[in-house]
């Protein structure tokens, strides 16, 4: 039972290379998102999709795009790596928004150094 | 101010001790509200939801006060195991749409 996947893992980017965070989850669920987590400033979302076929902003989307590929698959792309994008960042999925009753579920996390 | 403010410890407490956590949040019109576990390098999981007129799993109680809009996290009889991060986290709608606003978490570390 996999639940939420997402990779790679650990990734050291340059400043100014590109990479796509992947995700899916295999719990049939309608809504993903995406966070990052710093030190000292909680995880915040980066975008959300709420459904298949919508994506939209959340607190911080500046520097990122995403695509909801499928009702699975929720990918993270970052065009320009900076150093202010060293992170580690979350995929997350409930089965719809996430009032009391819509568990989240998160993947493991990705850790992302930009040198 | 952040939008949900947790003191970020540590708190060291002995196994065996009761250790109580606080968290407010800002928005008195949050829906629903949260206490999540993360354990070093790993992913928040949900420890348990917190209803107005409180609830208990086991060793762990959830306290919500809507007026005063904050929410308590009490562990009795602490295990080696409880420790880790505890984050408060609040449902909030934002234009439409519902999405979790996490404190920074609370540390806890249980010795021996």
């Known amino acids: 039972n996999a639940g939420v996947t997402q990779t790679p893992k650990f990734q050291v980017l340059k400043t100014g290379q590109s990479m796509t965070l992947q995700c899916a989850q295999d719990m049939n669920h309608n809504s993903m998102y995406w966070y990052r987590q710093d030190p000292g400033m909680g995880l915040r979302l980066i975008y959300y999709s709420a459904s298949e076929g919508t994506t939209d902003k959340g607190e911080v989307p500046n520097g990122y795009n995403v695509s909801r590929l499928n009702k699975r698959e929720f990918s993270l792309r970052l065009e320009s790596a900076a150093p202010s994008q060293t992170s580690v960042y979350f995929c997350?999925?409930?089965?719809?928004?996430?009032?009391?009753?819509?568990?989240?579920?998160f993947g493991e996390g990705s850790w992302l150094t930009v040198v | 101010r952040k939008e949900v403010e947790q003191d970020p410890g540590p708190f060291n407490v002995p196994e065996g001790a009761t250790v109580a956590f606080n968290c407010t949040y800002s928005?008195?019109?949050?829906?629903?509200f949260f206490w999540y576990r993360q354990d070093c390098r790993k992913e928040p999981k949900l420890l348990m939801s917190v209803y107005s007129s409180g609830n208990e799993d086991g060793r762990f109680t959830a306290q919500l006060n809507r007026a005063s809009q904050y929410i308590s996290l009490l562990i009795r009889d602490s295990k080696l195991s409880d420790s880790a991060t505890y984050l408060c986290v609040v449902n909030n709608r934002d234009t439409g749409f519902q999405k979790l606003v996490f404190g920074t978490g609370t540390r806890l570390l249980v010795s021996p």
């Open positions: 928005n008195s019109a949050s829906q629903s």
């Open positions: 997350a999925s409930t089965l719809r928004g996430t009032s009391s009753g819509n568990t989240i579920y």
